[in-house]
């Protein structure tokens, strides 16, 4: 499917919840620009949302919901693979030949596996699911996370991967998986690099302007893509903002910057625009239209993916034409690993 001008693309997101703005300007909104040129993969990696205490019978809804999320933002399934991880054996698979290859003090070293196994700790001394030893709570799932991550990309020659910064780490460590394999067992892995959209790499919580915006925090600190235009309203105008009103990307406290950074990955005008417009003006001013710019570029978002929520078929049946064309190319790849790797 690959011409030569076309790079191919791989990213995924876990169907754990509510997909927020952070993931929609720092991921989405990125891969559906690069999709219009290139070969787009874009999976939905229910293995990763399985590495944490998560509700079995809540999955298919999640991941159907998750799929419709992918269409709705303007994903289009007739020019890009749009695919369950678990439906294409291959990435599992070449998770394990992966791990035989990476050494235990790397993925130590991983900050996500750091934060989320001391989530797991305080949620276990809680009294909450426990699903691993109630010492560190995490499971060797989590502790291996990067190296599924790892397969997912290298299965597919990938050259771009349009992520958030708090993915790059586990970027790296691809990049360090497919170089040493290639120098052990000879040639077969494309080297990803990871691209962030600098201004919407990291969307700060609306609550606290320290912490990055989470699905994980409280309600108030994130905008749900399926939050209705008065639930956005409200939670715009309670977030948090520094004393005087100072409206620069540069001179503004993190909390007025973060809303900056929103109003303009929305409305894609000039950082210099957006400053004049507001200048002399108040908060209140500012969040009333800041609200109102998220309410309307959500709209068409939210009305299509209600549409493509009103069938679970349609869904599965693009999902099954997404996995035929992810495992030929995955397993075309993994049969070369095993070959390289000296399996019979
Ligand atoms: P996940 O599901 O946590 O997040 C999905 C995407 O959203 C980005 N993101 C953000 N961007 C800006 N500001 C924020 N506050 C914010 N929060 C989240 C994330 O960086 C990510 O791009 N491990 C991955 C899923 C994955 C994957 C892959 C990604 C599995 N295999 C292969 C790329 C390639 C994850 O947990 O994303």
Not at 4 to 25: A, D, R
Not at 160 to 181: K, S, W, Y
Not at 209 to 229: G, R, V, W
Not at 312 to 332: P, S, V, Y
Request: proline share 5%; hydrophobic share 40%; glycine share 6%.
């Amino acid at each position: 499917m690959t011409s030569p001008q076309k790079k191919t693309i791989f990213s995924g997101i876990q169907p754990s919840g509510t997909l927020h703005i952070g993931n929609y300007l720092g991921a989405i909104k990125q891969w559906v620009r690069l999709a219009a040129d290139n070969t787009g993969y874009f999976c939905i990696v229910d293995e990763h949302a399985i590495t944490v205490p998560y509700e079995p019978k809540d999955m298919p809804e999640r991941i159907l919901n998750l799929a419709a999320t992918y269409l709705a933002a303007g994903i289009n399934p007739d020019q890009s693979i749009v695919f369950v991880q678990s439906h294409v054996a291959a990435h599992t698979e070449l998770a394990w030949l992966l791990m035989t290859t990476t050494p235990f003090g790397e993925l130590a070293r991983m900050t996500q596996f750091k934060d989320k196994s001391k989530q797991l700790s305080k949620k276990n001394k809680a009294g909450l699911p426990a699903i691993a030893s109630a010492e560190s709570g995490a499971t060797a799932g989590l502790f291996g996370y990067p190296v599924l991550m790892a397969a997912d990309i290298l299965l597919y020659q990938t050259r771009i991967v349009p992520v958030g910064e708090d993915q790059v780490q586990h970027i790296e460590l691809a990049r360090d998986i497919a170089q040493r394999f290639n120098n052990r067992f000879g040639e077969v892995f494309t080297i990803p690099e990871a691209k962030i959209n600098n201004n919407t790499a990291r969307i700060m919580s609306l609550s606290d302007p320290t912490k990055k915006m989470s699905k994980s925090d409280n309600t108030k600190s994130y905008i749900a893509l399926t939050d209705s235009p008065d639930e956005i309203k409200i939670k715009i105008m309670s977030a948090v903002t520094e004393t005087d009103p100072v409206f620069s990307f540069t001179k503004s406290g993190p909390a007025v910057k973060n809303l900056l950074t929103i109003y303009q990955a929305f409305s894609d005008e000039e950082p210099s625009a957006i400053e004049a417009k507001f200048n002399g003006k108040g908060y209140k001013e500012f969040k009333e239209a800041l609200a109102q710019l998220v309410i309307n570029q959500l709209s068409p978002l939210q009305q299509e993916y209600k549409k493509l929520r009103q069938s679970d078929d349609e869904l599965r049946i693009m999902l099954g034409r997404g996995k035929h064309h992810a495992e030929q190319f995955a397993n075309t790849t993994l049969r070369d690993v095993k070959e390289k790797m000296g399996l019979l």
